[in-house]
């Protein structure tokens, strides 16, 4: 069985800044899914793969409230997130151009725990969740780990393709058919040997649970980072809580902005 990843140091980072910082690009990568660069002034402490910020277009103020994104990549300079066009708010954001301003508030919450040296990861994403595990792949190549990694969508059209790292072997599935394996990700995932392996999952809430009820059957430790609208950001308005798994008492909640988004998939209820 394989061991359980070694936490990043620290699991929480309390070092979250507020910024105001130029969009650098705003680019499409579907025809439902886009990528926004902003430029920052790098907090001491960069985030780490599953921490998000909170993000408040300038251009556009009728938004009430600020939208959680995960980073998919950090640079001295600026970060990234991917995110899907989907209501009001983010069909304005998918018009904001380069030059316009964005105030934003992070980096939140915990991230994904890494692996030890001789662990295999199996990195799944669906939708946006593509960004978290992305950026996570990325911390993985350059710590010298091979790793898989399997992104899914219902229609191929809907797949968000990115220049993975050399060390990913990346696995594309669609359930109709339209490109690489036809099927849901674990299809894509397939018949393996499952000894030191271990799960990182965004993506939709049914996706997560097929992989971690597939972790849980082969006695695999698997991570997943939960997706949630919420209001502070900061687990203070306990807008965001989920359900967790508890020993018989009363149902406990977990708050996804402070306690997670990344918790150990079985924590949780599916």
């Keep these: 069985m394989a061991r359980l990843p070694e936490p990043l140091t620290p699991l929480i980072q309390r070092t979250s800044i507020r910024q105001v910082g130029r969009i650098l690009s705003n680019t499409q990568l579907s025809p439902f899914s886009m990528e926004m660069r902003i430029s920052w002034n790098a907090p001491q402490t960069l985030p780490v ?3 998000f910020f909170t ?3 300038c251009r556009y103020p009728l938004t009430l409230l600020r939208r959680p994104f995960a980073y998919s990549a950090v640079t001295e300079s600026w970060f990234a997130f991917i995110y899907d066009i989907v209501g009001p708010a983010t069909r304005d954001m998918a018009k904001l151009k380069a030059e316009d301003d964005a105030d934003w508030i992070g980096p939140l919450g915990r ?4 692996p030890s040296p001789d662990v295999k990861p199996i990195l799944v994403a669906g939708g946006a969740g593509v960004g978290p595990v992305f950026f996570l ?3 993985l190549a350059g710590r010298g780990s091979a790793h898989l990694v399997v ?3 219902r229609e191929a059209k809907r797949l968000i393709r990115l220049e993975w790292p050399s060390h990913a072997e990346v696995r594309l599935c669609a359930e109709d058919g ?3 394996i036809t099927g849901t990700v674990i299809d894509g995932i397939g018949q393996q040997d499952m000894a030191d392996k271990v799960f990182y999952s965004c993506g939709p809430a049914p996706m997560m649970a097929a992989v971690h ?3 849980a059957e082969c006695g695999c430790p698997s991570w997943v980072s939960v997706e949630e609208m919420m209001a502070c950001g900061v687990g203070a308005c306990q807008g965001c809580a989920v359900a967790a798994a508890g020993n018989g008492g009363p149902q406990e909640y977990k708050r996804i902005c402070d306690e997670g988004p990344v918790f150990a998939s079985g924590d ?3």
């Design 111 to 114: 991230g994904f725990p890494l």
């Design 213 to 215: 009820r597939l972790a």
């Design 151 to 153: 992104i899914g969508a």
């Design 55 to 57: 993000i408040l277009p």
């Design 178 to 180: 339209g490109t690489g």
């Design 49 to 51: 793969p599953g921490q």
């Design 268 to 270: 949780l209820i599916w």
């Design 137 to 139: 792949s990325n911390v």
